[in-house]
């Protein structure tokens, strides 16, 4: 079962902050905080993971709470493109296997 | 550096008959993963390989199912038998291990219709 709870949509105007929340609260030490995104009929795209501290690349940013109990994914400057679901996931890496949640719609408008 | 490829795209096909679908992993990724998605749900894991080697299955592999990685490399996926439950888009993912965290990465997916 998923491990994780995200609001099921979500909406953002263009060029604004897309801010996405995800609780965690059971995470294990040794788990990672992972986020995907699914663009209507295309397969998961990968955008970023983290395990206790923030991460940054060029998709988006993830902000782990000092707890890890909760995450937040942002979007700096939303697009019509970032129209998708996403979806927050813990992973320990021995599992081998993503346990995928109904994760969040993410509406950009323009 | 090419992605995952799945092959084909799309699938429709007559209940009873046998289809397979192939995939392609990211060059040099040792674990290859199969998971299903049905409309409006998420993704949901199948079975995996390290390597050449199926590692774990899930209980949603029926004994219709079959999938191979014969030389570690690309990997098939058959189905027997085909039901209309079937009916799903089949996603095919790949990691490097061991490598930190094991990030998968995904194809673009082959969607099966079953009539």
């Known amino acids: 079962d998923a491990k994780t709870t995200q609001p099921p949509s979500m909406d953002c105007a263009e060029g604004r902050a897309a801010n996405l929340p995800c609780n965690h609260s059971t995470i294990s030490g040794n788990e990672y905080v992972y986020w995907y995104r699914q663009i209507h009929s295309q397969g998961p795209q990968y955008i970023i993971h983290g395990l206790k501290n923030n991460e940054t690349n060029e998709m988006a940013s993830l902000i782990i709470t000092e707890d890890r109990k909760s995450s937040t994914l942002i979007l700096p400057h939303a697009t019509l493109r970032d129209t998708a679901v996403y979806y927050c996931?813990?992973?320990?890496?021995?599992?081998?296997?993503?346990?995928f949640g109904q994760g969040t719609r993410l509406t950009i408008n323009p | 550096d090419t992605g995952v490829s799945q092959d084909p795209r799309h699938k429709i096909t007559k209940r009873g008959q046998n289809v397979t679908f192939r995939c392609d992993p990211i060059s040099e990724h040792n674990r290859l993963y199969w998971y299903r998605q049905t409309l409006g749900q998420g993704p949901e894991f199948l079975t995996y390989?390290?390597?050449?080697?199926?590692?774990?299955k899930s209980r949603l592999l029926s004994d219709r199912f079959s999938a191979e990685r014969p030389k570690g490399s690309f990997s098939t996926l058959e189905i027997q038998r085909t039901e209309q439950g079937d009916s799903a888009m089949y996603l095919c993912a790949s990691s490097l291990s061991p490598g930190g965290a094991d990030t998968q990465y995904f194809g673009p997916g082959t969607r099966l219709t079953v009539l």
């Open positions: 996931i813990v992973y320990f890496n021995r599992a081998q296997k993503l346990v």
């Open positions: 390989f390290q390597n050449e080697a199926q590692l774990e």
